[in-house]
């Protein structure tokens, strides 16, 4: 019973450390709202329950957090960011895209995904969709944070540290999970490989399988 007991919180903190945070509509300090192209800071923190995100305007950053953030307990990184009204758009009935899947994977919480939204991020950063802000150790692994720039939502994405042999076994998996999606059809209405999809054709280690799991190290 232990053994199984200690399996079961080794794999809820994995789940912990999957994480999407949306930035705020609005200072979470003073609660006013973000005006289009207002500067803010966002920071992040690592508390028990998970990482936690800050977003705060200009004036509350210099008044409360720009002295001694960096010693704050629990605090991991801070960067600048401009805040962008988000629009409002239709939701087409498209295949299933590497942004789309890795969100599906996060909120689903499930550590059998994990190697693929290592992989999937990987894939976006390439693509300049996501941008490495900072990465940390929490509980001897690294965790690598992410963020898209057209929404300014944060990803925290633990660093499976996959072997070379692994990396087969991930392609394929990614490649299926794009192409059919979290709920494919029975086997024999799935085709034996996935690679048709545009998005497979971009999958990173078709360039090198030594560097398809390595991200940029240096934040930007």
């Known amino acids: 019973m232990a053994g199984i007991e200690d399996a079961t919180r080794v794999a809820q903190r994995l789940m912990i450390d999957w994480n999407i945070q ?5 200072c979470q300090c ?20 998970g990482f ?17 953030a960096t010693s704050r307990k629990g605090f991991v990184s801070h960067w600048q960011g401009v805040f962008v009204v988000p629009t409002t758009r239709p939701d087409p009935i498209e295949k299933e895209t ?11 919480n499930d550590p059998k995904y994990g190697a693929a939204c290592f992989i999937l991020a990987v894939m976006l950063e390439r693509r300049r969709l996501l941008k490495v802000k900072d990465q940390t150790q929490r509980d001897g692994r690294r965790i ?13 994405i633990p660093d499976p540290n996959l072997r070379l042999g692994q990396l087969e076994e991930v392609q394929h998996d990614v490649a299926q ?18 690679q048709s999809s545009n998005e497979s054709a971009e999958l990173p280690w078709a360039e090198s399988a030594e560097t398809a799991a390595t991200p940029s190290a240096a934040p930007r």
């Open 144 to 156: 690598l944070v992410y963020e898209q720039s057209a929404t300014g939502d944060v990803f925290t």
């Open 22 to 26: 949306s930035r705020s509509q609005a």
């Open 52 to 68: 936690h995100r800050l977003d705060v305007c200009e004036p509350c950053w210099t008044a409360q957090y720009s002295q001694g």
């Open 177 to 194: 999970l794009l192409e059919h999606g979290l709920n494919p059809a029975s086997p024999r209405e799935v085709p034996p490989t996935a």
């Open 30 to 49: 003073c609660g006013k709202l973000f005006l289009d192209k207002q500067p803010y800071h966002t920071m992040l923190f690592d508390e028990k329950a």
């Open 98 to 108: 590497a942004e789309s899947l890795l969100r599906k994977l996060v909120e689903l």
